[in-house]
């Protein structure tokens, strides 16, 4: 009995947490590649962006961190749209090659913007010890999971309210499927591009501020993440945000579970090497199954 409550408590409730920040992560690399047909590489940095928008509300504000959560999401959702305006929309009829090249030089920037002005020591959304809640005398969960769960399911039925009872959803998915098509059909793709970098940005920045609360706040935090993010979109489908969520929760629950010793005493992979089980499961689904679980694009 012991050994179920060691797995409840220290390999799937943390699998659970990483896996619904993870999904926010994927919905805007999958919408970003579904809409746009291109791999944003400085999605990563948004969520980086997002972290550090809170942690500037949480100190000079003293806000909680989840009430900073919506001012950073909308802070990095204004970022995003800036960027397409400046970087990304010049090369809109471009080979996608360029674009792609073009966001891992946001990437770098980004990045450079931010440990430039908010410098590279490492900060926290919240400082002292939260004692974890006490369920069956056994089953102990942290406050902050609990919140950092709600919050990303919450974010996710918005999503899907939006994506299936919106016209702009209708739009969005749509253009996913055939731009040229939505165009003849009259619905106006500047619009729905700058929806897209709306939500993909405001999940993005969602998903830093979360895993900034879970962790701690670093100018590496969204790198460290994007490639998990990614295969979590792939492993889902590229351009099925609901695939994304479910690669999201496959990809957390994968990493945290591969930690467990389910053979012998020690741990099947060493916490160390866990995040290259993500890129396993990536590789194994581009291999078995190139579209997906939910069957997305396959370019």
Sequence with gaps: MYALYDFINFHFIPGLVLGSIYALGAIGVTLTFGILRFANFAHGESMTLGAYFAWSLVAVFGLHPMAALPIAMALTAVVSIGIDRGFYRPFRVAPTIMLVIASFGMMLMVRSVIQFSWGVQLKSLQTGIQPPMVLFDAIRISPKHVIIVGAALLLMLI??????????????????????LAKLTGIDTEQVIRNTWIIGGALAGAAGVLLAYDTHVETMMGFQVLLPTFAAAILGGIGKPYGAMLGGLIIGLAEELSTYPWIGDAPLVSPGYKAGVAFVLMIGILLWRPSGILRGRVF
């Design 159 to 180: 999503v899907h309210l939006i994506l299936s009872r919106t016209k702009m959803g209708k739009a969005m998915r749509a253009m996913s499927d055939s731009p040229e």
